[in-house]
């Protein structure tokens, strides 16, 4: 095994060699989890791993609760299956917490505090009410709660790490919040050891070849519990390469050339920020360089697994433009073959047209 075996494997692991899966809350649950802070860019994440399945296809699924966007893994926003966020939330949730802590202190969040907001907002959605972040702040206001700003932000975080919301439909371009037992009345509750096994299958299943470490970082586990969650998984095997030792579930068969070859990508695509060790899929460390941008740069080109450029996107009523970055000059293969995701992409946006403009980095 080598680099090049291990992108044509997770690309057929993460579902974007081959997508055979048809709705949004399939995919979330082979994945165990994704991304989700970029709602847009994360409703494109999806549907890269699915047939024939459009913006509007997605944001259906979502405004009917079959995917939850939630607080849970890392102190980010994830899509989560209803029935997994409880399970999820009791694993991982306290390292997030931990994460919050400095803040809190600075924000003057103290238990007493959280819980008299969790008492308003509580009953602010009781009875199947969903509101916004602004209508949440004006319940709390009227109970002489003063929440605004970055103290709300984290108001409603600790509020979905401790189980009480999630996310409600939205109302046209608002997030609304819901009370999570009415919005989840199915979601499962497991023991500490089924749930560490429950998620390391999941990320290794889906995510692999894959280091303990990548696992750790991705789920938001300490090194020790990334370490107990992967020996509970029986059926790993593991490759070394290049000093380093990748886990994934082998299906006995070698895993072929792709289908698909190009993509545009989310920075924050589970292909490229679930893994700490991102060596494989980026000449130079790319990734890590765009990571440091944050959101001055979403997106990344993809082909045949390596990183190889950037773009971007200019809506408009009816068309889509792309600008195209290269990071070095692109083959005729590859050049067609992101001519062909960019119809893909301008039929995921329903846009009649799409534009494509090649500049240099």
């Given at each position: 095994?080598?680099?090049?075996?291990?992108?044509?494997?997770?690309?057929?692991?993460?579902?974007?060699?081959?997508?055979?899966?048809?709705?949004?809350?399939?995919?979330?649950?082979?994945?165990?989890a994704v991304?989700?802070?970029?709602y847009?860019?994360a409703k494109?994440s999806?549907?890269?791993?699915?047939?024939?399945?459009?913006?509007?296809?997605?944001?259906?699924?979502?405004?009917?609760?079959?995917?939850?966007r939630?607080?849970?893994?890392?102190?980010?926003?994830?899509f989560?299956?209803?029935?997994?966020i409880?399970?999820?939330?009791?694993?991982t949730?306290?390292?997030?917490?931990?994460?919050?802590s400095?803040?809190?202190?600075?924000?003057?969040?103290?238990?007493?505090?959280?819980?008299?907001?969790?008492?308003?907002i509580l009953?602010?959605?009781?009875?199947?009410?969903?509101?916004?972040?602004?209508?949440?702040?004006?319940?709390?206001?009227?109970n002489?709660?003063?929440a605004?700003?970055?103290?709300?932000?984290h108001?409603?975080?600790?509020?979905?790490?401790?189980?009480l919301?999630?996310?409600?439909?939205?109302?046209?371009?608002q997030?609304?919040y819901?009370?999570?037992?009415?919005?989840?009345p199915?979601?499962?509750q497991?023991s500490?050891?089924?749930?560490?096994?429950?998620l390391?299958?999941r990320?290794?299943?889906?995510?692999?070849?894959?280091q303990?470490?990548?696992?750790?970082?991705?789920?938001?586990?300490?090194?020790?519990?990334?370490?107990?969650?992967?020996?509970?998984v029986?059926?790993?095997?593991?490759?070394?390469?290049?000093?380093?030792?990748?886990?994934?579930i082998?299906?006995?068969?070698?895993?072929?050339?792709?289908?698909?070859?190009?993509?545009?990508?989310?920075?924050?695509?589970?292909?490229t920020?679930?893994?700490?060790?991102?060596?494989?899929?980026?000449e130079?460390?790319?990734?890590?360089?765009f990571?440091?941008?944050?959101?001055?740069?979403?997106?990344?080109?993809?082909?045949?697994?390596?990183?190889?450029g950037?773009?971007?996107?200019?809506?408009?009523?009816?068309?889509?433009?792309l600008t195209?970055?290269?990071?070095?000059?692109?083959?005729?293969?590859?050049?067609?073959?992101?001519?062909?995701?960019?119809?893909?992409?301008?039929?995921?946006?329903?846009?009649?047209?799409?534009?494509?403009?090649?500049?240099?980095?």
């Amino acid at each position: 095994m080598n680099s090049s075996d291990i992108r044509t494997i997770r690309l057929h692991n993460q579902q974007l060699a081959k997508p055979t899966m048809t709705s949004p809350g399939e995919i979330v649950k082979w994945l165990g989890a994704v991304q989700a802070q970029d709602y847009a860019a994360a409703k494109w994440s999806v549907s890269l791993r699915l047939q024939n399945v459009t913006d509007k296809n997605i944001e259906e699924a979502f405004n009917k609760g079959e995917i939850l966007r939630t607080h849970v893994m890392r102190p980010t926003w994830h899509f989560v299956l209803p029935e997994d966020i409880l399970w999820m939330l009791e694993l991982t949730a306290p390292r997030v917490r931990m994460s919050l802590s400095h803040y809190d202190r600075k924000l003057e969040l103290t238990d007493q505090f959280l819980s008299r907001c969790f008492d308003v907002i509580l009953k602010s959605l009781r009875g199947g009410n969903f509101l916004t972040r602004l209508q949440l702040s004006e319940q709390l206001a009227k109970n002489n709660i003063s929440a605004t700003g970055q103290r709300l932000g984290h108001i409603m975080a600790h509020a979905e790490l401790s189980g009480l919301i999630c996310s409600g439909p939205r109302i046209g371009k608002q997030f609304t919040y819901a009370n999570l037992t009415e919005r989840a009345p199915n979601a499962k509750q497991l023991s500490r050891e089924e749930s560490l096994k429950t998620l390391a299958t999941r990320y290794f299943t889906s995510h692999g070849p894959a280091q303990v470490k990548d696992f750790a970082w991705w789920s938001g586990l300490s090194m020790k519990d990334a370490q107990e969650a992967r020996m509970r998984v029986a059926a790993l095997t593991s490759r070394d390469v290049n000093g380093k030792t990748y886990w994934f579930i082998s299906e006995g068969k070698e895993k072929k050339a792709v289908d698909n070859r190009a993509f545009f990508m989310s920075l924050y695509d589970e292909y490229t920020i679930a893994y700490k060790d991102r060596v494989d899929i980026s000449e130079e460390r790319y990734v890590e360089k765009f990571i440091t941008m944050g959101n001055a740069l979403t997106g990344v080109m993809l082909f045949d697994g390596n990183v190889i450029g950037t773009w971007k996107r200019e809506l408009s009523k009816d068309s889509v433009a792309l600008t195209l970055s290269p990071l070095r000059t692109f083959t005729s293969d590859e050049q067609g073959g992101f001519a062909q995701m960019a119809e893909r992409y301008k039929t995921f946006l329903g846009k009649s047209s799409v534009s494509i403009t090649y500049v240099k980095t």
